[in-house]
């Protein structure tokens, strides 16, 4: 071992004790007859003192040719501080040295290893490896490994067995794109990598094993919007002989488990809300409830005046902005700059100032009275000193734009606090989600996700209203779970493939090994999946997931460190039997 | 939940208790008036009584009609049993059942769903789904889970950090073939599958996360041997600031820990062995050492006598298999068959049957006297009543064969006890060996691992024999771990790229990204992987892995259960600027 201690460990405990340490040399001051290094690792830093009257001349001497992040070793002894720093844990403490050890020089790093450094994005990502020194990215791995190890020994023991399912399996033209993999011995077919491990999981339910867990890569050759990643990871769940309640509540736990050991925070039992409330009063089916600012709908108060846009809208809508009010002409030409990006859409936005006097000023004075703005607050939950927003047209798309104007509103007022926890399940999904392209429903969540019993016979008349036996976790905005309850008879099975447009043998050529499985005593069964790497970003107070990735890529799939993906050799490609055709 | 009880939890004192239970019909007797059905599910077993006299008759016609794997729930009254199980814990009590659904039907299974199955391998692997409903199968996958869960805990106590490496890297020419993954968004370049995350844990440690581990898939693009997968498992760890020694230690603790955990034995501080007194006393790196029969080289006592054969031989060397001097001519002709055919590829075996009356009688006895064959014995150890075996030839073929019938004997004569576990280091393992086909030497291990500093100087002048600070774990015969110290330091990289064969541009191109990484303060660094498949089938009394992974690929690296690799179709292809060109 290079150390009898880490850099995180001294305290004037030790001191006068020897010890040897080692690390990067996070930074030197030389004032000639004496030296300071702070020697950094894992677990912190510890100031090293180098002084002419006692520390011998060949040491002094190599001390001074120490540069930033070279990695030595010391041995010395333990000394109290003249000036204490109370900022780091072995503050009192400081090391006397006797004799170094240069175990590795290093070239001047790309950007200073420090919690705020000059590096931007790219470069960090080029060095990754040197970004992880840092404490805001190496704090946040550590931070994920805490978290995984709770939910795996959570898990374990409630009885939940890891299990490890393939890799290398087959191409699913449902869902998103494979990433395939050739094979060499298999010639002309492919492997796929498993966007999820949907299918091994309800074959194991098939195989008796009721309680499954895995914490799992996943992949999706999707077109990359900002912080998504090509690979992913999930904790991945399913059980047998259970109802969505035991799910629920199951996953409830952990999840209360993890907020109370990783973050400290009691939560009470997690409130319930159904699709169609979410989407009504959030505009949005994973709403952060951390703050209110509800939907106000304002069709019966707002339609039937003058006023011809509301007039003719499918849905007026708004929400009251606290204490917004006193905001400026100017201020609000910019929110409605804002919400007519083309990121957002609206055509335009309506507001009413709900003065602290009482009185009612709005872009539409013209047209309402105020006895009819006064409704628009009632509505809308608005208090005096709040500023009313409201927009109108298409139902989904007005919904999604106030939403999108609700959560910019609640970030520039301070309102989303990431100490604070607001977890929610999302309950009762459509079944069934129209698709303009192909003309057809397509299954929202998975084809074999279970419909509501009594819903059934609305598949022939109304399907679009059938609801699921489907669920997400939402925290703080944020959807980190999803599942469903899964159908495990053949006859409801062959009822939603047909409504799905699938005959008979379409339904078999893409599903036929695990509609085999059915035929052989499938249990009830159902899951849930997380979104490791968000959960553990929210869990840490951030929404961005790429530092708690170790080694991530950029929004092209390029991994820039390694420089992949990159070309291979001709003879590689010829014992695949491939052949590469550029445009 | 479709359950009160699991099926293995009932005994006694739930005597008159109403429970719910679900699971699969296993059997079924129907003596008209009564019926019993043993209903099975992960836990257990437990019997149901459906009785003419107390059961309602609808719900008894309704069990009559229960098939085999049909998965029912029932509702009814813990009894007592009159003539009790001691087989089973739940074996004291019965269900009389009072209500009966069937949850769902199911077509009688192709192989019997017992401990001992009738369904031959290849059926077994096509219904995977059914064999883990089995106990033999289910489980090893419920061991595996403890073994991980041990593993994880142990680690993760002592300061290791779990932390997830890329599974989309970069194509490397070293080693085994890679898997590639043709990019969609990077025309005409290609990820690769990780062989093992060695790079990325090296930077990992460049990184300053100095104890690093990962239970991690990989990925091997063979030609399968029997037991291999394409894709397998590894615990893969490495550590900063620490030597060999310390390496070893944490290792050898966390196996210490596994196996008084999972298997309740105690086992004192390991053996170590080095490379070579392996191969002279074993014939192999790998050697079991739970039997003796440790290998005796003859030269000095066989050559030089008119026996051609030994005196042109590099190697005579011989092994006392315990009482098997009583073996017959017909047995000891099967030996020599055994040991000629090709898998092993000796050319003859000279024997020598050492009688329990202290007389010697063999092969050779035109050529041999008695006193001679008496140094024989002395040399291989054997006792009166022993079987000495005697190659010759090239030694390190000959040593390969000795091997493999030292092995074949202990298998015969049951001293490869599954209930005995004999762990050993193998130490200094040489740095290169010799290819034939490119006629130059490669890194044994890892063009990283760091060479012994006292056999540098060998390097050129007899690179054959530079010791490697590399050491593997063997287990009963089984190699489960290995590792090395890596260099860290680029005078000793060049170095060994210069020994390897390498142009600086040829070592820039294949590892540039590494040995940047090494220019910025890379820490003195080694590590370790086993291989996780081995290691649980091992702790489990086992040497086949293929049961102790849920859904493995058959010898052609095929899952014939989902039929993958397959092909996919030519829109895919096409945007993956693909084509393929078969043969």
Redesign the interface.
């Known amino acids: ?3 009898s201690h880490t850099n995180g460990e001294l305290r004037l405990s030790h001191k006068e004790e020897t010890v040897t340490l ?1 690390g ?1 040399v996070q930074k030197s001051r030389d004032k000639g007859f004496m030296i300071w290094v702070d020697l ?3 677990y912190g830093i510890t100031q090293l003192i180098f002084d002419e009257e006692r520390t011998p001349v060949e040491v002094m001497e190599r001390a001074k040719s120490l540069g930033r ?3 030595i070793q010391i041995k010395g002894k333990v000394i109290e501080r003249e000036s204490k720093n109370a900022n780091i844990p072995t503050g009192e403490i400081e090391i006397l040295v006797e004799e170094l050890e240069v ?5 001047v ?1 790309p950007f200073t290893i420090e919690d705020k450094t000059d590096g931007g994005e790219d470069l960090r990502m080029k ?7 840092r404490n805001p990215v ?1 704090n946040k ?2 931070f ?2 805490k978290v ?2 709770e939910v ?2 959570f898990l ?1 023991n409630q009885d939940f ?11 699913t ?1 449902e869902g998103a ?17 498993p966007q999820s491990p949907q ?2 999981k309800q ?2 339910m ?5 309680k499954y867990f895995q914490i799992v ?1 996943c ?1 999706r ?1 999707e ?2 919007r900002a912080d998504r990643q ?2 992913f ?1 999930q904790i991945d769940c399913e059980m047998a ?3 969505q309640e ?1 799910i629920l509540d199951i996953f409830e736990n952990l999840t209360r488990h993890l907020l109370k050991e990783i973050n400290g925070v009691e939560v009470e039992k997690f409130p319930r809300m159904t699709y169609d409330d979410a989407m009504r009063k959030y505009g949005n089916d994973k709403p952060d409830i951390r703050f209110g600012m509800e939907f106000g709908e304002l069709n019966e108060v707002a339609q039937h005046k003058d006023f011809k846009v509301f007039n003719e809208a499918e849905l007026v809508v708004g929400i009251a902005v606290p204490n917004a009010a006193n905001y400026s002409r100017k201020e609000i030409d910019k929110l409605i700059d804002w919400v007519k990006r083309p990121q957002v859409g609206a055509l335009g936005m309506v507001y009413v100032k709900y003065n602290e006097d009482g009185s009612f000023k709005s872009s539409v004075d013209k047209f309402y009275a105020e006895e009819d703005l006064a409704q628009w607050a009632e509505q809308t939950n608005a208090k005096p000193g709040d500023l009313i927003c409201v927009l109108s047209g298409e139902t989904n798309k007005v919904r999604a734009q106030l939403s999108a104007l609700r959560m910019e509103m609640a970030e520039r007022l301070g309102l989303r606090d990431a100490k604070i926890f607001a977890p929610l399940w999302v309950v009762d999904f459509p079944l069934l989600e129209w698709d303009e392209e192909t003309e057809r429903y397509h299954a929202m969540h998975h084809p074999f996700t279970s419909p509501k019993v009594e819903d059934i016979p609305l598949l022939s008349t109304d399907p679009a209203k059938v609801k699921a036996n489907a669920y997400d976790l939402v925290l703080n905005g944020n959807e980190i779970g999803g599942g469903s309850i899964r159908i ?2 053949k006859e409801t099975q062959a009822t939603m493939f047909d409504y799905l447009g699938f005959s008979e043998e379409e339904a078999k050529a893409q599903f036929g ?1 695990l509609m085999d ?8 069964h159902g899951g849930l999946a997380f979104g490791l790497d968000r959960l553990v970003a929210i869990l840490g107070g951030q929404e961005t997931i790429r530092d708690f ?3 991530p ?1 950029n929004n ?4 820039v ?9 001709e003879q ?1 490609l010829k ?9």
């Open positions: 071992m290079y150390r080692a990067w950094r690792d894992r992040e070279f990695v175990l590795n020089a290093a070239l790093p060095y990754r490896y040197l970004d992880i020194r190496k791995l550590v994920r490994h995984t190890m795996r020994n374990s067995v890891e299990v490890e399912t393939p890799y290398l399996i087959k191409s033209p794109r494979d990433f395939v993999v050739p094979s060499r011995m298999n010639e002309g077919q492919f492997y796929a990598l299918t091994f074959l194991l098939v195989g008796g094993m009721d890569k992949f050759d077109d990359l090509p690979e990871t002989f259970v109802e035991d495990h008879d090994f499985a059915f035929q052989y005593g499938a249990p009830p990735i170790a080694f890529k092209a799939g390029r991994d460190m390694i420089d992949a993906p990159a070309k291979i050799d590689q014992e695949l039997h491939l052949k590469v055709e550029l445009k």
